[in-house]
């Protein structure tokens, strides 16, 4: 019988659940570094993001470059309310694991980055992650280049030092900081591949090194970190080919011939990915085959072992039976035979064991 909903008692009343208010923390405490750029310099002075862009507006030239990290919810709707961000693009900063791709809204470019970060290698803990992974968005509109960093890694700041020590780049328009960012992020790249190329060499002489022990966790650890690597770096090559050929009426075509540069490093360095994909796995494939013999030889010496261990194990229960009619038992020299033949037999399995190389 279906069950009647409950009534509430006269006199009752319903207890409204107050609604939490979230402390909202303010936009600065996101801001890394925010600066006005004119001519290719940087003004003097330090600037709130408000104050930057209005710097800007009302001069009718220069940029403004705000670097965030991690920012929330509110901070992020701040920053999209004084700059006239899409919606689109502020979800997009605040999701974290997202594809490295290229949008265009309206006069807006939004870049998606995977940075990493080489942590090295725990030889105590197996496990442990060689490649730490982040993100770097870059949003460029015609006054205003927004970079928003999740991660405790990818720092930008030598990249804006950089900058700032090349005027004539700088004078090329926001677009070239979305360029210095791209070249950091696809540099950084070649450097983990080339630590992580060690890290294969290192796995690689122990697996074929005699006598040594696999640990094939190491195996299955570099090989996680390279597919995460290749997470990354693949579907940048399509976001970086774009950048070289779409988009002429917002980013300049010295510019374009830079990207064209760094897709070239990228092309470079998804390579190198794909061969140590393919060598770990023929790693795998030898480790878990020489572990396998590994086990056949224990077995061997375990089973050599044992059958020096039975034969006099075999006589002495013979005799140990305390049967009537054994004759050698009352022959003089039994105990003598019996031992001497226990040694000779146990010499000849032993000699015939080592000649086999079962020990």
Known sequence: MPSMPSM???????????????????????????????????????????????????????????????????????????FGLHPLTVEDTLVTHNRPKVDRFDDTLFLILKTVNYVGHD???????????????????PDHV??????????????????????????????????????????????VSDLLEDDIDHVEEEVFRARSRTKVDEIYQLKRDIVELRRGIHPLSHAIKRLTCDFTDLIPGEIQRYFSDVLDHQSMV???????????????????????????????????????????????????MNFDNMPELHWHYSYYAVVAIMIVACIVLFITFRKIKWL
């Open 270 to 320: 998804a390579d190198h990915v794909e061969t140590y994909n393919d060598v770990l796995s023929s790693l795998i494939d030898a480790a878990v085959a020489k572990i396998g013999m590994q086990q056949n030889e224990d077995m061997r010496k375990m089973s050599a072992i044992i059958g020096l261990v039975a034969v006099p194990t075999m006589i002495a229960g013979i005799y140990g």
């Open 8 to 82: 509430p008692r006269p006199g009752a009343t319903r207890r409204e659940v107050p609604e939490v208010d979230v402390p909202r923390v303010p936009v600065a405490r996101a801001v890394v570094d925010c600066g006005v750029y004119v001519d290719g310099e940087r003004l003097p002075g330090r600037f709130g993001y408000v104050e930057a862009i209005e710097e800007v507006r009302r001069r009718g030239e220069g940029y403004v470059w705000v670097g965030l990290l991690d920012p929330d919810q509110h901070q992020m709707d701040e920053v999209a309310r004084v």
């Open 146 to 191: 927004i970079t928003v960093r999740h991660g405790d890694h990818g720092s930008l700041r030598r990249v804006r030092r950089n900058l700032e020590g090349n005027p004539e780049l700088l004078k090329l328009g926001p677009s070239a900081v979305m360029h210095a960012v791209a070249d950091h992020v696809v540099d950084t790249y070649v450097a």
């Open 123 to 141: 030889r105590t803990d197996p496990m442990a992650r060689i490649v730490e992974t982040g993100e770097v968005m870059v949003l460029v509109g």
